[in-house]
C-alpha cells in the first residue's frame, strides 16, 4: 500500500513520445492541427521545471532512434525521416492518486508560468527546423492518432 512517504516531492518534466502514421488535434469539432508521419508529445510541466528540463527532453525527442530502417530496425530519428510534430501540452501527466481515486495535479506548474514553458519548448523545436505544430493551451482537445509499432516512450529529467 502506497503511502505520503512513497511519492517523489520533486516530480521532473514529463514528455511521452508516440511514434505516429498520423495524428490530429480537434478543439470544439473543428481540426487545429494534423501531422501525417512523425511524433506526437504530450509534454507535462512540473511546478519546479527549468529550461535545462526543457532543454534534455527536447534533445531526447528529437534524436530518439524510433523510425526503421530499411532493414526493419529502429534505427532512424525524426530528422532522418523528416518526420512531423505535434507537441500537446498535457498537465495530466502529473496525477496523483495516493490519497484516493480523484487526482491530485499539485506537482503540475501553474498554468500561466506552464503556458510560458510550453511555448518556448515549441519555439526551441521550430528553432531545430522540424515541422511542428500545436495544440491550444488549457483547451479541451480532442486526439485521434494512429501509434506506429505501436511505439510509445517516456522521458523524464
Do not use: C, W
Not at 103 to 122: D, G, K, L, V
Not at 146 to 151: A, F, K, L
Amino acid at each position: 500500500m502506497l503511502n505520503e512517504t512513497n511519492f517523489i516531492t520533486e516530480s521532473p518534466m514529463r514528455a511521452v513520445i508516440q511514434r505516429v502514421d498520423r495524428a490530429s488535434v480537434t478543439i470544439d469539432h473543428l481540426q487545429v492541427s494534423s501531422i501525417h508521419k512523425g511524433i506526437l508529445i504530450l509534454l507535462g510541466v512540473a511546478r519546479n521545471d527549468t529550461e535545462t528540463d526543457s532543454d534534455y527532453i527536447l534533445e531526447k525527442a528529437l534524436n530518439l532512434r524510433i523510425f526503421e530502417d530499411e532493414n526493419g530496425k529502429m534505427n532512424l530519428s525524426l530528422h532522418e525521416v523528416k518526420g512531423s510534430i505535434l507537441s500537446i501540452s498535457q498537465f495530466t501527466l502529473y496525477a496523483n492518486l495516493s490519497k484516493g481515486n480523484r487526482p491530485s495535479f499539485t506537482e503540475s506548474m501553474e498554468p500561466n508560468q506552464a503556458r510560458i514553458m510550453y511555448h518556448q519548448f515549441n519555439e526551441l523545436l521550430k528553432q531545430e527546423g522540424f515541422p511542428i505544430l500545436e495544440g491550444l493551451f488549457g483547451a479541451h482537445m480532442d486526439l485521434s492518432f494512429t501509434n506506429s509499432g505501436p511505439v510509445t516512450i517516456i522521458i523524464e529529467f
